[in-house]
T-cell receptor
């Protein structure tokens, strides 16, 4: 079973508020991914890191999200100004290698933007 | 682009019946993607069920099987005799493409009746 830890499990914010969630990857996993799963169960890749460095991110993430994976601290994903459409399950995954390997998922943070 | 299409749920079967959940994929970024089945049990996080990285090979776990068929670009999940504890949402996915993120299907909810 995965040992990826995500907090909080649930997050409720008003529109325009910041929403921040955290992820502790499995020990020894240098690669971290964030996904958004919407109410239609569609997954959207948001951003990934190798150690502290951003590898790829989509436009939405670059413009509206702030994400980091500092050394010796949890990774975080923060929406700067929440919108109703941001309501979703945010999944963090980690992997021991970047290329073609299994990802281990946390339980997710369910965000509701009122 | 890369995509995964799977059986729309919910799928309802009785205990000890056989099961097949269809999955087909399109991978334009890489000729031989890795193929996965992930499962989310009620109240739990997404976890890997099985993974196959070589075309023609079969993966198996917990009584489930899936064969990587490159000719039909399929990776159907099968089980000869389901149990009530198999009730969950099953996600077909492909990995190792483009940015090495995982591309998921939208999931198939399975309900096994006692």
């Amino acid at each position: 079973n995965s040992k990826v830890i995500q907090t909080p499990r649930y997050l409720v914010k008003g529109q325009g508020q910041k929403a921040k969630m955290r992820c502790i990857p499995e020990k020894g996993h240098p690669v971290v991914f964030w996904y958004q799963q919407n109410k239609n169960n569609e997954f959207k890749f948001l951003i990934n890191f190798q150690n502290q460095e951003v590898l790829q991110q989509i436009d939405m993430t670059e413009k509206r999200f702030s994400a980091e994976c500092p050394s010796n601290s949890p990774c975080s994903l923060e929406i700067q100004s929440s919108e109703a459409g941001d309501s979703a399950l945010y999944l963090c995954a980690s992997s021991p290698h970047f290329n073609q390997d299994t990802q281990y998922f946390g339980p997710g943070t369910r965000l509701l933007v009122l | 682009g890369d995509s995964v299409t799977q059986t729309e749920g919910p799928v309802t079967v009785s205990e000890s019946e056989s099961l097949i959940i269809n999955c087909t994929y399109s991978a334009t970024s890489i000729a031989y993607p890795n193929l996965f089945w992930y499962v989310r049990y009620p109240g739990e996080g997404l976890q890997l069920l099985l993974k196959v990285i070589t075309a023609g090979q079969k993966g198996s776990s917990r009584g489930f099987e899936a064969t990587y068929n490159k000719e039909t670009t399929s990776f159907h999940l099968q089980k000869a005799s389901v149990q009530e504890s198999d009730s969950a949402v099953y996600y077909c996915a492909l990995g190792g493409v483009d940015t090495n993120k995982v591309v998921f299907g939208t999931g198939t909810r399975l309900q096994v009746l006692p």
